[in-house]
């Protein structure tokens, strides 16, 4: 099973800044990676699959980069909405997801 | 427009059963693999069980293969989770997802049900 660890934990950042969230996976998965957002009491929302590429609807200032091992997600400039926990993911058999980051005000 | 809602959820006791239903529409469903994500109380997400859209390759996690068993009805368009043997650690918002690609697996889900809550308690 490939673990994947997500740092850090907690992002605190103010609106209008840049937010950088790392992924980590124990064994290379190419470029096979997902980022998913949640907010409280809603489901998980994709963001980018195959490491860079942006899901149906997800504003530019979301994107994606990294192969083999290591994956970051950078928010070019939070918007409010943008204060959630992210999951990122990985598709090989068994699917994994990171244990998360939250980045709040 | 995609929909998928959850339904079957409430509360069992440990070893008991429970029958989750995920009604799919806005899709063609018989194109699509499915799955089941659950989610601990303020926990991370766990990838739980897919199924392909012509039912032909099920995969379930170590943690509940032999008590889960994931099913479709591409007629009506359901998804379905029997959770047998239930535990306590089984309790959590279960998630329906669909599948990105019209591929058997799903590889990444880019619609979810909200959930439907199991609690497992004595």
């Known amino acids: 099973e490939i673990v994947l660890t997500q740092s850090p934990a907690t992002l605190s950042l103010s609106p209008g800044e840049r937010a950088t969230l790392s992924c980590t996976a124990s064994q290379s998965v190419g470029s096979y990676l997902a980022w998913y957002q949640q907010k409280p009491g809603q489901a998980p929302r994709l963001l980018i699959y195959?490491?860079?590429n942006r899901a149906t609807g997800i504003p530019a200032r979301f994107s994606g980069s990294g192969s083999g091992t290591d994956f970051t997600l950078t928010i070019s400039s939070l918007e409010p909405e943008d204060f959630a926990v992210y999951y990122c993911?990985?598709?090989?058999?068994?699917?994994?997801f990171g244990g998360g980051t939250k980045v709040e005000i | 427009e995609v929909q998928l809602l959850e339904s079957g959820g409430g509360l069992v006791q440990p070893g008991g059963s429970l029958r989750l239903s995920c009604a799919a529409s806005g899709f063609t469903f018989d194109r699509y693999a499915m799955s089941w994500v659950r989610q601990a109380p303020g926990k991370g997400l766990e990838w739980v069980s897919s199924?392909?859209?012509?039912?032909?390759?099920?995969s379930y996690a170590d943690s509940v293969k032999g008590r889960f068993t994931v099913s479709r009805d591409n007629s009506k368009n359901r998804l379905y989770l029997q959770m047998n043997s239930l535990r306590a650690e089984d309790a959590a918002i279960y998630y329906c997802a669909k599948g990105i690609y019209q591929l058997p697996k799903a590889y990444y889900f880019d619609y979810w049900g909200q959930g439907t809550l199991a609690t497992v308690s004595s």
């Open positions: 993911q990985q598709r090989s058999d068994p699917l994994t």
């Open positions: 199924i392909s859209g012509g039912s032909t390759t099920t």
């Open positions: 195959d490491a860079s």
